[in-house]
């Protein structure tokens, strides 16, 4: 089984921030019910004055304003499914799974149009709020251990905040390049280890250039 993150790694940019583009442009009143708190969640996250889970809440919370959201979410995918990475399709196998920790409801679509496995967070659309773990980081890990999966061949990641499951997989790839380069996973020095572990604890993703 190979494993693979989905935003930055096989997909060229972050779905969840593409799809709340999508919305606000069909749906200008975001803008003034969802946007401006983001704003402020954001600058609190950023002062490390809330943590990255009620960050995502906020973030996600737009698709609780979304009416027609199941004929938007395959709108979004019909433009955007080109954006999966060539390199990705040319070995693509029917036991791939996708962990991401952007909402099930917006991977949902695209991993069956791709055919493959996928976990992601699971967000409740209509109260607003995570119905089990956001899937970041160790949580991906965690959750794989968890529920006894198969052994990993290889799993691939833009962010060193996955290492927790680079460390699972029998050969793990970093991702870079706007999801066009793929290189082995690198070995962490004692002072870089230690950042990305501080930097998990916290919520941040982490790459090479951080």
Not at 20 to 37: I, V
Not at 47 to 62: D, G, S, T, V, W
Request: net charge neutral; with cysteine; proline share 5%.
């Amino acid at each position: 089984m190979n494993v693979y993150d989905f935003d930055g790694t096989i997909f060229y940019s972050d779905c969840s921030i593409g799809f709340a583009r999508w919305c606000m442009a069909r749906r200008p009143k975001l803008l003034a019910t969802w946007l401006p708190g983001l704003v402020k969640s954001l600058v609190l996250y950023k002062a490390e004055k809330i943590p990255n889970h009620l960050l995502q809440r906020r973030m996600f919370a737009y698709l609780t304003q979304i009416d027609d959201f199941d004929v938007q979410i395959e709108r979004y995918w019909d433009k955007y499914e080109n954006r999966i990475s060539s390199w990705y399709l040319a070995q693509k196998r029917p036991d791939d799974l996708i962990i991401s920790a952007s909402p099930a409801c917006i991977i949902g679509p695209i991993a069956k149009r791709l055919g493959v496995n996928f976990i992601a967070s699971e967000f409740d659309r209509e109260y607003g709020v995570f119905v089990n773990n956001l899937m970041y980081a160790r949580e991906k890990a965690r959750y794989i251990l968890d529920h006894g999966f198969p052994t990993i061949e290889n799993f691939y990641s833009d962010s060193l905040a996955d290492t927790p499951l680079a460390l699972l997989a029998e050969k793990a790839h970093l991702v870079t390049n706007g999801a066009a380069t793929v290189t082995d996973w690198p070995d962490l020095d004692p002072q870089t280890a230690q950042t990305v572990k501080r930097k998990i604890d916290t919520g941040w993703n982490v790459h090479l250039n951080d």
